[in-house]
């Protein structure tokens, strides 16, 4: 198994764990300290050596950060974690305030007095971030202070586990589809035109793509925990641990770049500093400690241009992509099959139903890792939008349920995510009427039409609004952007309230609208679209860009008010069945392909 059902969120241990990092704190002369989920290289997963949030406060979500005072303490998430913080983190040492993270400083002024030092570890906070946080504290006479050491990682002591060390796999070019000398000139030239003589990159996932290399050092994303600095011109260093260089590794890397340790990387940011250097640091992604060491005057704000570069799919990826959304989907329509026959027998339980999932994707033989930790919520665990099942959580599947399943396939050709939502026995009629309120907005994404510069928050009420008819919402993004065989969340694109990036042919989104009922039941659809080129409607004089839909699996027509919907979505959504039908069937035993002929009849 990819995943595993230990309950690693403890917040009985936190008491003693926050008295031991208090004490680090007084002698420190640090009057409160910050404890970000995340590592240096500000990744959305980290390795378990950087679970420093989760070990002090039991919170085992994939964004917040908590804040210890020398009284007090409070934890910040967003909307995506508030059921779940309520039922891990222990409220008598971290209360949950309801400001989110962008707010930090009211919280910090009202709690520490004028003069007070709030400690952070350099390594652990953009730039960006530590730069607003100042802005917020200084009328407030608070100052913040980097910390030599973690003092996370000094009351861990030898129980922190070892830093990651697995080795570099590496991307052949019939999948990346560009040679990395191709995509290293590409950089360059950016950095000529801009008259800048380096950049430093941090981000994994842009390291990896730039270069064709991928690795395990982070649960479910193939990615190496690696820096790089790429020169306006000649080749670029790579600073990554030795024994992470196989021979093949090598060989890929020869003449490509130079190979250095991590430890010599700050050495060459500051011996760019001494030389004058113009450097492009992405000061929104890149640690405080780098652009520190840079000086504010050679530190130039830009973007990370992989990130873009990387978004927008090539023809090799997107042939690579549509390849893994077939092979995923027949896992999927075999996991789907048999759900239907075991659950509302009482056989299934969360956990079998993630094994049983995942053994289905191994099946093809092509399953690399899964894309994250499959979120598998029967009834009122549904309705925690991140929900992670334990031996302690798991539940039964129950007739009369909503079921919630959230999952995807590391393939090397491509990643996967995928949502449904399966009725258990029968539906309530608010069930079937909140379903078809989701799947409204699903369908209005998945044809949608756009013009060249249209972003993710233009779209976003379009999932909404059938939903806002009626005085519900969600409260997460409609869509995140998706990797190459990399993250299964990527930048910059998004659908979502903060989608400001214009959307661009082969970029790939999720499309997955959702509605949760605390303590009753949740509800998401999901599918990865991607931005297909503009092209002129019949009848129009303008070019319109939409979306193609990867994803290839039914959606329960069970839960589906006919009523509900217009005719024309009663029409996608009998042509995407029909489609899902002739693609898949073939690839099916002929049990399964009976099975998924009845899940995809017309409506």
């Given at each position: 198994?990819?995943?595993?059902?230990?309950?690693?969120?403890?917040?009985?241990?936190?008491?003693?764990?926050?008295?031991?990092?208090r004490?680090l704190?007084?002698?420190?002369?640090?009057?409160?300290?910050?404890?970000?989920?995340?590592?240096?290289?500000?990744?959305?997963?980290?390795?378990?050596?950087?679970?420093?949030?989760?070990?002090?406060?039991?919170f085992?979500?994939s964004?917040?950060?908590?804040?210890?005072?020398?009284?007090?303490?409070?934890?910040?998430v967003?909307?995506?974690?508030?059921?779940?913080?309520?039922?891990?983190?222990?409220?008598?040492?971290?209360?949950?305030?309801?400001?989110?993270r962008?707010?930090?400083?009211?919280?910090?002024?009202?709690?520490?007095?004028?003069?007070?030092?709030?400690?952070?570890?350099?390594?652990?906070?953009?730039?960006?971030?530590?730069?607003?946080l100042?802005?917020?504290?200084?009328?407030?006479?608070?100052?913040?202070?980097?910390?030599p050491?973690?003092?996370?990682?000094?009351?861990?002591?030898?129980?922190?586990?070892?830093?990651?060390?697995?080795?570099?796999?590496?991307?052949?070019?019939?999948?990346?589809?560009?040679?990395?000398?191709?995509?290293?000139?590409?950089?360059?030239?950016?950095?000529?035109?801009s008259?800048?003589t380096?950049?430093?990159?941090?981000?994994?996932?842009?390291?990896?793509?730039?270069?064709?290399?991928?690795?395990?050092?982070?649960?479910?994303?193939?990615?190496?925990?690696?820096?790089?600095?790429?020169?306006?011109?000649?080749?670029?260093?790579?600073?990554?641990?030795?024994?992470?260089?196989?021979?093949?590794?090598?060989?890929?890397?020869?003449?490509?770049?130079?190979?250095?340790?991590?430890?010599?990387?700050?050495?060459?940011?500051?011996?760019?500093?001494?030389?004058?250097?113009?450097?492009?640091?992405?000061?929104?992604?890149?640690?405080?400690?780098?652009?520190?060491?840079?000086?504010?005057?050679?530190?130039?704000?830009?973007?990370?241009p992989?990130?873009?570069?990387?978004?927008?799919k090539?023809?090799?990826?997107?042939?690579?992509?549509?390849?893994?959304?077939?092979?995923?989907?027949?896992?999927?329509?075999?996991?789907?099959?048999?759900l239907?026959?075991?659950?509302?027998?009482?056989?299934?339980?969360?956990?079998?139903?993630?094994?049983?999932?995942?053994?289905?994707?191994?099946?093809?033989?092509?399953?690399?890792?899964?894309?994250?930790?499959?979120i598998?919520?029967?009834?009122?665990?549904?309705?925690?939008?991140?929900?992670?099942?334990?031996?302690?959580?798991?539940?039964r599947?129950?007739?009369?349920?909503?079921?919630l399943?959230?999952?995807?396939?590391?393939?090397?050709?491509?990643?996967?995510?995928?949502?449904?939502?399966?009725?258990?026995?029968?539906?309530?009629?608010?069930?079937?009427?909140?379903?078809?309120?989701?799947?409204?907005?699903?369908?209005?994404?998945?044809?949608?039409?756009?013009?060249?510069?249209?972003?993710?928050?233009?779209l976003?009420?379009?999932?909404?609004?059938?939903?806002?008819e009626?005085?519900?919402?969600?409260?997460?993004g409609?869509?995140?952007?998706?990797?190459?065989?990399l993250?299964?969340?990527e930048?910059?694109q998004?659908?979502?309230?903060?989608?400001?990036?214009?959307?661009?042919?082969?970029?790939?989104?999720?499309?997955?609208?959702?509605?949760?009922?605390?303590?009753?039941?949740?509800?998401?659809?999901?599918?990865?679209?991607?931005?297909?080129?503009?092209?002129?409607?019949?009848?129009?004089d303008?070019?319109?860009?939409g979306?193609?839909?990867?994803?290839?699996?039914?959606?329960?027509?069970?839960?589906?008010?006919?009523?509900?919907?217009?005719?024309a979505?009663?029409?996608?959504?009998?042509?995407?069945?029909?489609?899902?039908a002739?693609?898949?069937?073939?690839?099916?035993?002929?049990?399964?392909a009976?099975?998924l002929?009845?899940?995809?009849?017309?409506?």
């Amino acid at each position: 198994m990819f995943q595993s059902f230990d309950n690693s969120a403890d917040s009985t241990q936190s008491a003693a764990r926050v008295a031991r990092v208090r004490v680090l704190m007084a002698k420190a002369g640090l009057d409160a300290l910050l404890v970000p989920r995340a590592d240096e290289h500000q990744g959305e997963y980290v390795p378990p050596s950087a679970e420093r949030l989760a070990w002090l406060t039991g919170f085992t979500g994939s964004a917040g950060l908590a804040v210890l005072t020398l009284r007090s303490g409070a934890l910040l998430v967003d909307g995506r974690y508030t059921v779940q913080a309520r039922r891990q983190v222990d409220t008598r040492l971290f209360e949950l305030p309801a400001l989110g993270r962008p707010r930090l400083g009211e919280w910090l002024a009202e709690k520490v007095g004028k003069g007070a030092v709030v400690g952070f570890d350099p390594w652990l906070h953009t730039a960006a971030e530590v730069s607003r946080l100042e802005a917020q504290l200084a009328p407030k006479g608070v100052k913040l202070r980097p910390t030599p050491r973690n003092l996370v990682d000094r009351a861990w002591g030898t129980e922190r586990p070892e830093p990651p060390r697995a080795p570099i796999i590496v991307q052949p070019l019939k999948r990346a589809g560009r040679s990395p000398a191709d995509k290293i000139a590409d950089v360059q030239r950016q950095l000529a035109d801009s008259g800048q003589t380096a950049l430093i990159l941090t981000l994994p996932d842009s390291i990896c793509w730039l270069l064709n290399i991928r690795g395990s050092d982070v649960a479910h994303n193939p990615v190496v925990l690696a820096f790089a600095i790429v020169p306006a011109n000649g080749r670029p260093e790579l600073f990554v641990a030795p024994e992470k260089v196989t021979d093949e590794a090598r060989a890929h890397l020869a003449g490509l770049v130079r190979l250095s340790p991590p430890e010599a990387l700050l050495d060459r940011v500051r011996a760019l500093r001494k030389a004058g250097a113009r450097v492009r640091i992405d000061h929104d992604s890149a640690a405080w400690a780098l652009v520190g060491a840079l000086g504010p005057k050679l530190a130039e704000k830009g973007a990370d241009p992989c990130v873009r570069l990387k978004a927008a799919k090539n023809a090799a990826e997107l042939a690579g992509a549509r390849a893994a959304h077939e092979r995923d989907g027949v896992a999927v329509v075999r996991f789907l099959a048999w759900l239907d026959r075991g659950a509302p027998k009482g056989k299934v339980d969360e956990i079998e139903a993630v094994r049983r999932l995942e053994s289905f994707r191994a099946d093809t033989n092509a399953l690399a890792e899964i894309s994250f930790d499959t979120i598998s919520g029967s009834g009122p665990n549904g309705a925690i939008v991140h929900y992670r099942v334990t031996a302690d959580t798991n539940r039964r599947l129950g007739k009369g349920e909503l079921f919630l399943i959230d999952s995807g396939g590391q393939y090397p050709d491509g990643t996967t995510d995928i949502t449904r939502t399966v009725a258990i026995g029968k539906p309530s009629e608010e069930m079937r009427e909140r379903f078809t309120l989701v799947l409204k907005g699903h369908i209005a994404i998945a044809t949608a039409r756009f013009p060249k510069g249209t972003r993710g928050i233009d779209l976003d009420p379009f999932a909404r609004r059938a939903l806002w008819e009626r005085g519900l919402d969600y409260d997460h993004g409609t869509g995140h952007g998706v990797g190459s065989y990399l993250s299964v969340h990527e930048g910059p694109q998004s659908i979502s309230k903060s989608g400001m990036v214009a959307l661009e042919p082969g970029m790939i989104c999720s499309n997955e609208p959702g509605y949760y009922k605390e303590g009753a039941y949740g509800i998401r659809i999901e599918n990865l679209v991607v931005v297909t080129p503009p092209a002129t409607p019949d009848g129009g004089d303008r070019e319109m860009m939409g979306f193609e839909t990867l994803t290839l699996a039914p959606i329960d027509r069970r839960l589906v008010a006919r009523k509900l919907l217009s005719e024309a979505e009663r029409a996608w959504l009998d042509a995407y069945h029909a489609r899902v039908a002739a693609v898949l069937a073939p690839k099916l035993d002929a049990e399964t392909a009976r099975w998924l002929a009845a899940a995809c009849a017309p409506i």
